[in-house]
């Protein structure tokens, strides 16, 4: 069974910092791009960024570019997703997802709150 | 970026019903295209990509079909556990952007 679990979201202030994890099992987690999907409070879905199988592409929506890194650990299992300069406009759950293309897997997602 | 416009936005519908739910590209995206449905308070499920191809467990009673700027998503037979949000995406260009959602409620 596939399991994405995401960890690390919370209540942040707008400029703050906040590093998201997401533990992959039951895939070879290093044959498969990942990527990172967020939806705000109420709202559609919205592609983050995504990264290739060996970390050698990396690919952000606009909104984030210059302010999010995405990153993985293949020894670890492991996506995560390094936000800097955080606005309101951040808030939204977190989805870890397994795919580059169409998603194949999704985790149960973090909530991140950017709020004073 | 590729937008996509999904219509309606909103629908009613009886147990029973066959629904149809579209999707628009601002431009041609071949088959790069893929439909997901979300209950509330859960995480999207993946039901169709390359506009066609059902994923391995998804009923029969889905099925998508178009190709270029047009896509359609069908539900045959609406079944109880079928009213969600559903969700189409295009993966033919970055960024990867989706529909904003299609509600099927119970009539």
């Known amino acids: 069974e596939v399991q994405l679990v995401e960890s690390g979201g919370g209540l942040v202030q707008p400029g703050g910092t906040l590093r998201l994890s997401c533990a992959a099992s039951?895939?070879?987690?290093?044959?498969?791009?990942m990527s990172w999907v967020r939806q705000a409070p109420g709202k559609g879905l919205e592609w983050v960024a995504n990264?290739?199988?060996?970390?050698?592409?990396?690919y952000y929506v606009d909104s984030v570019k210059g302010r999010f890194t995405i990153s993985r650990d293949n020894a670890k299992n492991s996506l995560y997703l390094e936000m800097n300069s955080l606005r309101v406009e951040d808030t939204a759950v977190y989805y870890c997802?397994?795919?580059?293309?169409?998603?194949?897997?999704w985790g149960q997602g973090t909530l991140v709150t950017v709020s004073s | 970026a590729i937008r996509i416009t999904q219509s309606p936005s909103s629908l009613s519908a009886s147990t029973g019903d066959r629904v149809t739910i579209t999707c628009r590209a601002s431009?041609?995206?071949?088959?790069?295209l893929a439909w997901y449905q979300q209950k509330a308070g859960k995480a999207p499920k993946l039901l169709i990509y390359?506009?066609?191809t059902l994923q391995s467990g998804v009923p029969s009673r889905f099925s998508g079909s178009g190709s270029g700027t047009d896509f359609t998503l069908t539900i045959n037979c609406l079944q109880s556990e079928d009213f969600a949000t559903y969700y189409c995406?295009?993966?033919?260009?970055?960024?990867?952007?989706f529909g904003q959602g299609t509600k099927v409620e119970i009539k």
């Open positions: 995406q295009q993966y033919y260009s970055y960024p990867r952007t």
């Open positions: 039951g895939i070879t987690f290093s044959n498969y791009w």
């Open positions: 997802v397994n795919g580059g293309w169409w998603f194949d897997y």
């Open positions: 390359a506009a066609s």
């Open positions: 431009q041609g995206i071949s088959s790069y």
């Open positions: 990264i290739k199988q060996d970390g050698s592409e990396k």
